[in-house]
């Protein structure tokens, strides 16, 4: 029988699941000082760094359903972290603009990140981070690709 030669060790899937699960354990242990979840943290970083200003665009960043992410952004809103502000050429459209306590947060919290980037890659030369990252990029495409 041919699944019979399976070896789940030798299956990205195995390693992505795993990595990820013990990689949002730890960032949302460290995020717990800013009272923030990794999702929560996912959605202010990308309205900080990215030119994402909807709720649609969100939702492409960081792969949630709509309605978890509506309460997220809810929940953001809030703790006075992001304000809906209508779009100017469209009045059914809300744009997600950070407040200046959600951009001092997440100027603070962004460490966590840093710290986690840094624990994912102790064991490797930077050469090898580098190729990881660019390899892990060319993965995240071919599943993106519109």
Same mark, same amino acid.
């Given at each position: 029988m041919e699944n019979?030669? +399976?070896?789940?060790y030798q299956s990205l899937g195995f390693y992505f699941n795993t990595i990820f699960v013990d990689m949002k354990?730890?960032?949302e242990?460290?995020? *717990? $000082?800013? !009272?923030?979840?990794?999702? $929560? +943290?996912?959605?202010?970083?990308?309205?900080y760094k990215n030119d994402v200003t909807t709720q649609k665009e969100i939702l492409r960043y960081t792969n949630g359903d709509e309605a978890s992410i509506t309460r997220l952004i809810d929940r953001l809103e809030g703790k006075g972290l992001l304000n809906r502000v209508p779009s100017p050429t469209d009045k059914r459209k809300k744009?997600?603009?950070?407040?200046? @306590?959600?951009? *001092?947060?997440? !100027?603070?919290?962004?460490?966590?990140? *840093? @710290?986690m980037n840094k624990e994912l890659t102790k064991d490797l030369e930077k050469d090898e981070a580098r190729v990881l990252l660019k390899l892990l990029k060319k993965v995240y495409s071919s599943f993106h690709e519109s």
């Open positions: 019979s030669k +399976f070896n789940i354990r730890s960032m242990e460290k995020l *717990k $000082q800013y !009272d923030l979840t990794h999702l $929560q +943290f996912s959605i202010l970083i990308n309205l744009h997600l603009v950070l407040t200046s @306590e959600g951009i *001092k947060l997440i !100027d603070e919290a962004i460490s966590c990140a *840093k @710290e």
